[in-house]
């Protein structure tokens, strides 16, 4: 089927709603294999998540990325995805656009200019495959029968295949709404619970009446959450705790769950007490030569007991040190939607195939990128679900 227009609609071969990272690059394998594509975008600008990811540089994707980088209920989902289209062959392309990039820490990758690079490289990708993207366009109603009948505020399209693309709730001043689960729903498909990732967490009152004054203090930390954990720093904000190792866990917190944090993962601070034993300065003095003063008056203030080390006997400032490396915090919530990265959760990866992304129960319909319940880390890996997922998509119709 070519994209032909009437005076009541167009057809073409393949509809993608959203012109994300995901979505423009189903577009662009879908059109080099002869597809006629359309692209709906509800926003007047191309991808805008990616133009403010990496603060504005794109972390267009990890090195390292690989299953392990992923949260899903089915874990393995995303395994054929990932194997077909790697962080090299991102690489690649931006090689092809000669658009330079570096490794910033941990294999991210980030472009050496600006992320609109990454934006002007994918509609060119588009424009060279024949992939028509449409701005402004609100959807309205879309039904399936022979094919689907996509209703905009503007035309009708009929298309044989169907390509959700529209991004979770992350992020809502851009645009992002919960469009892509109101279709799924209407087709009959679960959804597993959603909920804000890569977010800040809040601190309850009295956490916040004790360290709220320490907003903009970053340190090394390593957070725990049952058997995941991340060494990253950690940043207090106005609010609670922001940073990346914040950021990660947060992906797997719920409500009630408690953080263990390691304020000094570098070093044995039972060790340092043992070596000042008979000196008279104070513990949170000694506390201080390994993290911001600020931040060890608060912790000996409102937290650990306080006093000169030759006060102490045996080895009875084991409990001050275990109350720096088990710093134990229970967070009122999440910062939420308006301040997370990504939208843990989604549709059921059990309503989907692996190696295509189409929905098993109904033809010619596949979700793609974050709308799906694969969640990455942070540092690259959900740009590169994006890639994977739309590029295998865009490869099966």
């Not at 994707?61 to 289209?85: D, W």
């Not at 991210?108 to 994918?122: E, H, P, R, T, Y």
């Not at 279709?183 to 009446?209: H, M």
């Not at 044995?268 to 000694?286: R, T």
């Amino acid at each position: 089927m070519q994209r032909k227009r009437n005076i009541n609609h167009i057809t073409c071969d393949v509809v993608i709603i959203g012109a994300g990272a995901a979505g423009l690059m189903c577009a662009i394998e879908a059109g080099k294999r002869g597809r006629s594509v359309i692209v709906l975008e509800r926003n007047f600008k191309v991808g805008k998540k990616i133009r403010i990811s990496g603060g504005g540089r794109c972390n267009f994707t990890n090195i390292h990325s690989g299953p392990e980088n992923f949260i899903s209920n089915n874990p393995h989902f995303c395994k054929s995805a990932l194997s077909r289209y790697t962080p090299s062959d991102i690489c690649g392309l931006l090689d092809k656009h000669d658009i330079a990039y570096h490794e910033k820490k941990l294999g991210q990758l980030f472009c050496n200019k600006s992320a609109q690079d990454v934006i002007d490289m994918l509609v060119e990708e588009c424009e060279e495959a024949g992939a028509e993207i449409c701005l402004g366009s609100n959807i309205v109603k879309i039904v399936k029968g022979h094919v689907f009948c996509i209703d905009t505020e503007k035309e009708r399209i009929l298309s044989e295949n169907l390509v959700v693309a529209s991004g979770g709730l992350s992020v809502p001043t851009i645009g992002a709404t919960g469009l892509g689960y109101e279709l799924a729903r209407q087709f009959g498909l679960k959804i597993t619970e959603t909920r804000p990732g890569l977010s800040g967490v809040t601190f309850t009152k009295s956490d916040l009446d004790v360290f709220g004054e320490l907003s903009g203090i970053s340190v090394l930390a390593i957070v725990k959450l049952g058997k995941d954990s991340f060494k990253e720093n950690i940043l207090f904000t106005h609010r609670g705790l922001s940073g990346p190792a914040i950021l990660q866990i947060s992906s797997y917190w719920k409500r009630g769950d408690r953080l263990e944090i390691d304020l000094l993962p570098d070093v044995n601070i039972i060790e340092v007490f043992e070596s000042e034993l008979k000196n008279k300065v104070e513990m949170k003095n000694v506390v201080a030569r390994y993290m911001p003063k600020r931040l060890a008056d608060r912790l000996f203030d409102g937290y650990v007991v306080n006093k000169p080390m030759n006060r102490y006997f045996g080895r009875s400032f084991e409990d001050a040190a275990k109350k720096l490396h088990r710093w134990l915090v229970k967070p009122r919530d999440l910062e939420g939607y308006g301040k997370a990265e990504v939208t843990v959760g989604g549709v059921d990866t059990v309503e989907l195939s692996s190696k295509t992304m189409e929905v098993k129960k109904e033809k010619g319909l596949y979700f793609i990128g974050e709308v799906v319940d694969v969640t990455g880390h942070l540092g690259g890996h959900n740009f590169q679900w994006a890639w994977a997922s739309g590029y295998v998509a865009g490869q099966c119709m």
